[in-house]
């Protein structure tokens, strides 16, 4: 099966300027999931989808941080306006269902550079 | 709340040593356990897993016990090669049915030498 895609792969833009990000999960996966990785630490939940209804947020930075996911499928996560702080990979990730009884599938990421 | 702690790294180790990388983690209920791996320029890859107490996850070489008494998930592996060099992720899900996400560590960084 393929996996989860995401894209771009890297994004290097200016402070206060703003980003989006696209993640296609696995065909029939009903949960989505955002995490940040900073670099040298672990990923760190941003928002997890339940088909297109957000079940968890509450680490999402609201302020400047908007993810949505329209007809339960693909996702888009958007950071305006960005700052130095949220440099980083972005993971998405997709399971079967809400219990992730069969584990999560992790895309490759994008990787942002706010300079 | 649900939080995972591991031995920081790296971890430098000579092709064929014995492998520990320690996690110990907090959580209400009765939490999934699970390592993930990164591989240099990869993503996050599953290793294995542990869903109740006393249970073994095993992969590729690697086991990780599921200690519910002292909240442990240590990975282990008797003979590291080369190619094992990679950051090593613990993580866990909650019990709670409405919020199963995973809660990662801090990462492990593991370099073998030849």
């Known amino acids: 099966e393929a996996g989860v895609a995401q894209s771009p792969r890297y994004k290097i833009i200016e402070k206060r300027q703003s980003v989006a990000f696209w993640c296609n999960p696995i065909?029939?996966?009903?949960?989505l999931y955002w995490y940040q990785q900073i670099l040298g630490q672990g990923p760190k939940l941003l928002i997890q989808?339940?088909?297109?209804?957000?079940?968890?947020d509450s680490q999402l930075p609201k302020d400047r941080f908007s993810a949505e996911r329209l007809k339960g499928v693909d996702s888009t996560l958007k950071i305006q306006p960005a700052k130095l702080e949220d440099s980083a990979v972005y993971l998405c990730?997709?399971?079967?269902?809400?219990?992730?009884?069969?584990?999560?599938?992790f895309g490759s990421g994008t990787r942002l550079t706010v300079v | 709340g649900n939080s995972v702690t591991q031995m920081e790294g790296p971890v430098t180790l000579s092709e064929e040593a014995f492998l520990t990388i320690n996690c110990t983690y907090t959580a209400t209920g009765y939490p999934s356990l699970f390592w993930y791996v990164q591989y240099p320029g990869e993503g996050l890859q599953l290793l294995l897993k542990?869903?109740?107490?006393?249970d073994k996850g095993s992969n590729k070489g690697f086991e990780a016990t599921y200690r519910k008494e002292t909240t442990s998930f240590h990975l282990e592996k008797g003979s590291v090669q080369v190619s094992d060099s990679a950051v090593y992720f613990c993580a866990l899900i909650s019990s709670d049915t409405g919020r199963r996400a995973l809660t990662f560590g801090s990462g492990t960084r593991l370099q073998v030498q030849p």
């Open positions: 542990a869903t109740k107490a006393d």
């Open positions: 990730a997709s399971s079967l269902d809400h219990t992730a009884r069969y584990g999560y599938t």
């Open positions: 989808f339940q088909n297109n209804g957000v079940v968890d």
């Open positions: 065909s029939g996966h009903a949960t």
